[in-house]
């Protein structure tokens, strides 16, 4: 039994703030009922974004709605905010919150008291201080932007199948990615894929016409699936007519060019960006302790270092890795620690609360998977090492078997079932990012945007 009244405040509602208040539903389910323990779910968005299928929502393999779970259908006994905590004062329990009612109100931020907190926000996209970035880049982190991007890459072929400019054509017809992890490496995939099979379509574009470049900084792609793995993704990609360019830098896209430190130069109207992520900017407004790379300084318990009732896990958390045998290495900021964690995380606040030992998370890395496309595939998995339609089989089989809900399992796998039987959908639904600008346009006003912007 809990002996006092304890309020929970889980700040972040991705792969560990949900299933840590999923887990914490069902461990503390009767001091719920009693009003015994509370618990406040703060997200900036409604629902949980399973990111392993935002390159197939992007290719439309997957409708974008089942990408996501709506947290309060299965946060049911939780209070879930929709706003963001910008500062935390752990020494005297509050977190400041900006939701939407305080910007409507124009009343500035409120405070939320609470006893325990779960610090999980995840991590944003790591930007550098490229000319030309934040104008013309687009990310890869958001259902909204893989959705953008299919409809943007659409929009380009429309573009040079109708332009009579060779040089209008040549940029729409290209097409750069930076950053050869999971993120760039898998929608680089999809997408290419999807764009071969749209262009079956046009009568005045071929696949040839089309450039897809890769640029990695360091000399290997995908370093989760090993060396070996890595190489012969590079293999494939390239005998796909897509370049990898390794060891090189982006230097510059001012004026819709991709210009690499090698000297290359690429005009181009996509230049996708998914060189990795840092810590969300709400940990350098706490008082708990972080470490050199800004990530919550973590026990392997999952309490923050120094600071009674303050949990962490995920992107943010720094967790030491018990399994690995150089002393000092921390878990790697994954999907596959991050589930695994918020298990552990649930499990180990419902044993504080009831002054029960505590577990400590150990998770040996099984390995890893990558899709590279419709029926192609990397992974390796307790060692052995799988490629092309085994790997992407593979893939699709694992991450079927840990999208949250059953609901969101059978939509899922329903889709891919109608994807098999039927031809792909090429339809490109770019009023969706501004659905008012008919009737603006109609009421006399302005389009929303620049044709000569960055769609």
Avoid at 146 to 158: P, T
Wanted: glycine share 8%; with cysteine.
């Amino acid at each position: 039994m809990v002996k006092e009244r304890a309020r929970i405040l889980v700040v972040g509602g991705g792969y560990v703030g949900m299933y840590t208040a999923l887990r914490l539903q069902k461990k503390l389910k009767r001091e719920i009922r009693r009003g015994q323990v509370e618990i406040t779910v703060v997200s900036p968005d409604p629902y949980m974004t399973y990111q392993p299928f935002l390159p197939e929502a992007a290719a439309g393999s997957i409708s974008p709605r089942h990408v996501v779970v709506p947290l309060r259908r299965v946060l049911d006994r939780c209070r879930v905010v929709i706003g963001e905590a910008t500062a935390i004062d752990h020494g005297k329990r509050t977190a400041t919150l900006s939701t939407l009612a305080t910007e409507e109100e124009g009343t500035g931020t409120e405070e939320l008291s609470y006893d325990e907190l779960v610090l999980a926000p995840g991590s944003v996209a790591r930007t550098l201080p490229i000319p030309g970035l934040a104008e013309h880049g687009i990310g890869f982190k958001t259902v909204e932007e893989a959705i953008g991007l299919r409809n943007h890459v659409i929009e380009q072929l429309d573009i040079a199948s109708s332009t009579r400019d060779p040089a209008i054509r040549d940029a729409a017809l290209t097409f750069v990615f930076v950053g050869g992890g999971y993120a760039g490496v898998e929608a680089l995939g999809e997408l290419e894929d999807m764009a071969r099979y749209a262009v079956r379509y046009y009568h005045n574009v071929q696949a040839d016409d089309m450039k897809w470049i890769l640029v990695e900084a360091s000399n290997r792609i995908l370093p989760e699936v090993g060396e070996e793995m890595g190489t012969y993704t590079v293999t494939q990609l390239r005998r796909r007519n897509i370049q990898v360019l390794l060891e090189t830098r982006l230097a510059s896209c001012v004026d819709r060019v991709a210009v690499l430190d090698d000297g290359q130069r690429f005009p181009t109207r996509t230049l996708v960006w998914t060189a990795g992520v840092k810590p969300h900017p709400v940990l350098a407004a706490t008082d708990l302790p972080l470490n050199a790379h800004g990530r919550l300084k973590c026990t392997a318990e999952l309490t923050i270092e120094g600071a009674t009732h303050a949990w962490a896990a995920g992107d943010a958390a720094a967790v030491p890795d018990v399994t690995a045998d150089a002393p000092g290495t921390d878990t790697a900021p994954n999907a596959q620690h991050a589930v695994r964690q918020a298990k552990v995380l649930g499990d180990n606040i419902a044993h504080s609360l009831r002054a029960e030992p505590l577990q400590t998370y150990a998770h040996k890395y099984v390995g890893s998977v990558a899709s590279l496309g419709l029926h192609k595939g990397v992974a390796q998995v307790y060692g052995r090492k799988l490629k092309g339609y085994p790997a992407w089989f593979m893939h699709r089989v694992y991450h079927l078997s840990r999208v949250p809900t059953f609901n969101r399992k059978a939509r899922v796998l329903a889709e891919w079932t109608l994807a098999g039987l039927f031809k792909r959908e090429i339809v490109s639904l770019g009023s969706l990012e501004h659905p008012r600008a008919e009737f603006e346009l109609a009421a006399g006003g302005k389009p929303p945007h620049d044709p000569k912007g960055s769609n």
